[in-house]
Structure formats: structure tokens, C-alpha cells
């Protein structure tokens, strides 16, 4: 199977890459990425020997080699998107472009080739929920720009299906953990800054309840979505492990044997969603996929992850380390 992978040196993307390869070596993939935000060269070095991979360095919005590329593989799997959400509320046109734009012209490309689709979406499209977990057909009610570009995304996709018949499915997660992700993201900007003796900022009371996936979970779950899921389908990915904020930075705290004074209580970021929750019996229940990794051990190899491979985010912290308050 050839894969066209758009975002593979972000995150999840990059982790998604090595473990299909680790999974699928047959496979052959294509990682075409704009080196945006998010990114890092470093992630997916060790695979520059490799004769089943390919790194094109470009933009989705560009359809010349969008059009190429996917001429020449059977499926594309989307994860390319502006990610940060505290970014879309600073500044949210490049979230436009990459995250609704950019999925048109994959779009327009995969229904002119008639090749399958698979688009990487997120929980927070259903915005916060006080009691209940969204199955599949809940509806659409983002709170942040990021959200709202990720629900539209999700909504041109279903129309493509709907009205051109493409072979598309949809998979949605929750927040994810685990290495190669951005300093600036709550987990890893944590470890960095008590490694570092600086005072970690948590947003409002830091009870805001996210359920956590390990990433190669979620790379799982895409990969049985990729083999058996249903064309015009979408697929909740979700583990049912929600913590809220203030509990995991202390959960981090007490691994790397670090005082809890480290905390700074600071203003909440406007719109802050309280809790996002999915339920994912569809996906456990259709394809017979479930989480592998408890957050005890999940948490545990992140920290180490990041305290062993300081090459890999030394040159990306510069910033993180002071708070801007937000204004009001
Ligand atoms: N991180 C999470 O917890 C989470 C949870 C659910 C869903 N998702 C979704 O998973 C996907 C990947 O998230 P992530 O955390 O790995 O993000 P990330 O920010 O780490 O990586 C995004 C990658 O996309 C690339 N990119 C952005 N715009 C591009 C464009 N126009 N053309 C080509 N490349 C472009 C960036 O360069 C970067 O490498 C996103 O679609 C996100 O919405 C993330």
C-alpha cells in the first residue's frame, strides 16, 4: 500500500509514520509537509535510508503537488493543520488556510483521482460537555477558531462523499500524549519547565478535563480505520481516561521528583473549554480496536522521552519558558 501522509513532521503524524513502518514494512509512504509550526526535521531522521519513504517538503493548499503526489499513492491520510489552540485565539487565519483550505485541495485531488481519504479530526468539535460523551452523531459546537476550522474541515469532507461519492472516513480523537510533540503543548512544556526549576503556568483553577490517549494508541486506532473502516464513516478514538490539567502537572511533578511550589495559578484563557468527552464503542465494537497504554506507563515513557532526547527540543523551547498573560 502507498500512503500520501500530509503533516507527518508534526506530532502525531511522525509517530503515525514510524509506526506503520515498524507495523506495515511493506508499506510505502510519502510525508509531504510545510515545515509549519508543529514541525521538526528531527522527528523521522532515522528514516532517511529508508527506500519505502519519502519526505516532499510542501504546502496542502498547493495543488500542483498535491495533484502529483496523490496521482501516485492509493490513500491519503490528512494531518496536516494549524494544531494550537491559544494560537487560533491569537491569530486565526492561518488556521483558516491550512485547516479548511488545505482540505479542499486535498479533496478536489483525491476526487479527481478516486482515491480514499482518511481526515484527522478531533474531539473538540463537539465542544465542552458537562455529563455526556459524544457518539459519532453528536453535533457540531466548537467553541475555539481552531475547533470551528476542524468541524468545517470534517463537514467539506462529508459533503465530498456525500455529493461526489469520494471514499472518505473521518477519525476523531482526544487529546494525545506522548514524544515528538511541541514544547508549547501542556505536557511537554510542563516536564521542560521542571526541568528547568521555572514555574509552570496553569490556566484558571486547572480543572479542565481532557481524556488522554497515548499516541501510538491513536496511530493504532487510524491504522484499523485505514484497513476496515467504512467509507462515509466517521470513527471516535477515546479511552475514557479523563484528568484534569492541575493533576497531570503534578502527576509529571512527582515522576521527575520536583516540588509542587512550581505551580503558578494564572488567568484562564478565554473560551477555555471545560471538558471535552467522546465515547469510542463504535470503533471498540465495529473494528475491534481499544487503547494498549495506561497513562501510568504513557506518562512515565513521555517524561523519559523528553529528559533523554533534550537534541530534539532544544532549539524549539525558546519562548515557552515565559508566560504572556492573556488580555482581557
Ligand atoms: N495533538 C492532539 O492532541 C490532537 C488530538 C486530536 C486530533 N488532532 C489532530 O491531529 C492532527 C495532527 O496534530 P498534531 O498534534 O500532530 O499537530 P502538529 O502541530 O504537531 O503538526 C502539524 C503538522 O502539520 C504541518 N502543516 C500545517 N499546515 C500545513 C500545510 N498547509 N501544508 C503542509 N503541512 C502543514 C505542520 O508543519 C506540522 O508538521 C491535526 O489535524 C490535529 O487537528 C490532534
New binding site residues.
Partial sequence: MKLLV?????????NFILNTLKNFPKFEIIN?????????KLSLDQLSNYNNYEFVK????DSTIIDNLVSKCDTVI???????VDRSIANAK?FL???ID?VFTLLESIKKHQKKFLQ?????VFGSLEKESASEIFQYNPSSP?AAT?ACAEMLVNSYHITYDCNTVIT??????GPR??PE?LIPKTILLAKNNKKIPVYGTGKNLRDWLYVTD?CDAILSCLHHGKSGESYNISSGNEIDNLTIIKKILSIMGKSEDLIEFVDDRPGHDFRYSMNSNKLQNELGWKSKTNFESGIENTVNWYLNNSKWWENLSEGIFEHTPWKK
Fill in positions: 500530509t503533516g507527518g513532521d508534526g506530532f502525531i503524524g511522525s509531504l509537509d510545510a515545515g509549519f509550526y508543529g514541525s521538526n510542501g504546502d496542502i493548499n490528512n494531518f496536516a493543520a494549524e494544531s494550537f492561518p488556510k491550512s485547516n488545505g484527522i479530526s478531533t474531539d473538540e481552531y476542524k476523531r480523537c482526544t487529546n494525545n500524549y510533540q511541541f503543548k491513536h
